[in-house]
């Protein structure tokens, strides 16, 4: 069995080094569109913005921020902005990002399973967002601190890959792909083993990088919600979704909202993310 502590110390090696992966990938076609979200002409997905709601003045935790642009779209939207991300090169990141944009924001560089404890505020909204609870061991620990890190009757709103999407082998056979065949590869339900891969960046797949392997868990709906309910959350709704916020196959084209779908001739529409909303009691 892999070490977490190994294996997350792995994770953060990686991060670290895409943090300036991610900033040169303005202008690439799946790279981050900084300056559009320096300048405001971007905002959340259509996903987010539908379901989020108004956060004008709401405090707002956003757990595992990378260099902080989503961040910067919530700062945009009136919220009182906090980020927390264990790369310490993306939170400098994200407060010469903000310096840049004129905005005001917190940075804290610290484990989000230390959240609690590093962070002595309690919020109104923890944001939670595309490509993170992958990253973590223990959901149930995470929901703990979701749960902590609210004040009573805050909220979590997560927007995230969906883990029966995550199952798809997306080497497989481009040919096989295009006939409607993608292999299962990865596992739906958690196991307490890491899931070991070794790929290229998916904001910049020509970067050349020493880190290219990462440590990966998944988490079935059942323990995402079952960890919320003994964290002492009210689940308010679930929404399941065909796009996701990345290429996650190769086959998959770019709908008119920036999001991946699979092709329109694809034989059935399957779950590529998951969003909902929580509660805490009051």
Known sequence: MTD????????????????????RSDGLEDGYDIAGAKAGTNRLTVIEE?????????????LQCHFGLDTLRLRRLGARVTGLDFSAKAIAAARVLFEDAGETGRFVEGDVYAAADLIQDR????FVN???INWLPDIFAWARVVAACLR?????????????GLMFDH????????RGRVALRFPYFHRPEPTVLEEADYADPDAQMANTVSHEWSHPISDILNALIQ?????????????????????????EHRLFRLPPDFPIRVPLSLSLSARKSS
Do not use: Q
Not at 238 to 247: P, Q, T, V
């Open 4 to 23: 977490h502590l190994d294996a997350i110390a792995a994770n953060k090696a990686r991060w670290e080094e895409v943090v300036d992966v991610h900033l």
């Open 50 to 62: 539908a379901e989020l709601g108004p956060v004008d003045g709401l405090d707002v935790l956003h």
């Open 123 to 126: 919020f109104d909204l923890v």
């Open 130 to 132: 595309w490509g993170a």
């Open 152 to 164: 009573p009757g805050g909220r979590l709103y997560l927007c995230e890959s969906h883990p029966a």
């Open 171 to 178: 080497e497989s056979d481009l040919g096989e792909m295009v």
């Open 231 to 255: 964290a002492g959350m009210n689940l308010e709704w679930l929404h399941e979704h065909d796009r996701i916020a990345w290429k996650l196959l190769p086959i998959m084209e770019k709908d």
